[in-house]
């Protein structure tokens, strides 16, 4: 949870949520761990320990490691001694991080069979992209270095995944630290700020071996993810900015390569900063049996699956709207082909109007709910969606149909952060004890 912009001078902290629907503090925060400092802008988290250490019986998945994106804190956090009152183990200073490998902006962790820790980092301590690259933590959360070759490091940096039987990680592109920080301007896209390729590692290596570039079609691709069965060559990655999820696979000659398999088409709109709205593909992920694949369209305001048992021709099983800019009672509207004109119908929870889009996912381990934020990054919440910074965000829970397909809105779970004891926070990333479809990787 994030206070950044709200005006609130609190630290940001970690929300625990019960999400048990037997128990009498369903849908509630349960714990608040405050972390010690100010302007933090907590972001994305990563596990100590997951399915990739399973060779090692020492191993466990014991600590949350919480990058700070404006701050570049890395805080580690004790969740196995009290999973409902989770404490502070470690805070990895900033300085050092500087110090030893140039590196700031931590955004995606993840960890190693070895038991080492490597985080993506988005740029130097200025905001330039140029100094952007890995940087590996030990067992015990010291800073190693840099994990890529020197000369290796990609044009842009944001998530990875690594497929170790393939002996790959790929990594995406979000954009320069001193452009997105200060929220979205278009321009910055043309001058070169932001990404549009993926970044193809020997593993584990850190050899860069081959770069993609996605072109117009690829603009800003940010959440990648492989297959989970771990003799899968082929995987996907979100284009934000293009709306635009694409297929990454190898070819025979075992070199990477691409194509789009679904395409969000942009919105001719009406009293909007652009004629015309894309979906904006925020996140997504992929069910544990790789059945089903799920992604936001923040803007837009719909959440999407897909069954994706064939992954060069994803099918649309379930959708539904539980936000975005052109709800009905929102200034934008969509203009058809004939003139006409319509938005989407929103419901209310709990006699609360849902507020802003849908940003982040994640999938229960049964594959049967799936849990959404709605915050991405303060200043872009505030360009887009400024209520947020006043009323704060929510974490919703959709139900999913597991067999033929399908979600829907689940009106009794509803956390809602505007309510919060010092006032109203912004909710991002989400994790389970037990490990997710996001952070593990299996070998």
Sequence with gaps: MSVAGTGI??????????????????????????????????????????SSCHGDPSAQRRFLVLPALVSSRIYVIDTKTDPKAPSLHKVVDPEDIVQKTGLAYPHTSHCLASGDLLVSCLGDKDGNAAGNGFLLLDSEFNVKGRWEKPGHSPLFGYDFWYQPRHKTMISTSWGAPAAFTKGFNLQHVFDGLYGRHLHVYSWPEGELKQTLDLGNTGLLPLEIRFLHDPSKDTGFVGCALSSNMVRFFKTEDGSWSHEVVISVEPLKVQNWILPEMPGL????????????????????????????????????????????????????????????????????????????????????????????????????????????????????????DTEKGGLALNTKFFVDFGAEPDGPSLAHEMRYPGGDCTSDIWI
């Design 9 to 50: 001078q609190k630290p940001d902290y970690l929300a625990t949520v019960d999400v048990d629907s037997n128990s009498p503090t369903y849908s509630k925060v349960i714990h608040r761990l405050p972390v010690p400092n100010l302007g933090d802008e907590l972001h994305h988290s990563g596990w100590n320990s997951c």
């Design 281 to 400: 593909i925020t996140d997504f992920l992929i069910s544990l049996d790789d059945r089903f694949l799920y992604f936001v369209n923040w803007l837009h305001g719909d959440v999407r699956q897909y069954n994706i048992e064939d992954p060069k021709n994803p099918k649309l099983t379930g959708q539904v709207w539980v936000g975005g800019l052109i709800q009905k009672g929102s200034p934008v509207v969509v203009e058809a082909e004939d003139g006409t004109t319509k938005q989407f119908d929103v419901p209310e929870i709990q006699g609360e109007k849902l507020r802003g889009g849908p940003q982040m996912i994640q999938l229960s381990l049964d594959g049967k709910r799936l849990y959404v934020t709605n915050s991405l990054f303060s200043t872009w919440d505030r360009q887009f969606y400024p209520d947020l910074l006043e009323k704060g965000s929510h974490m919703l829970q959709l139900d999913v």
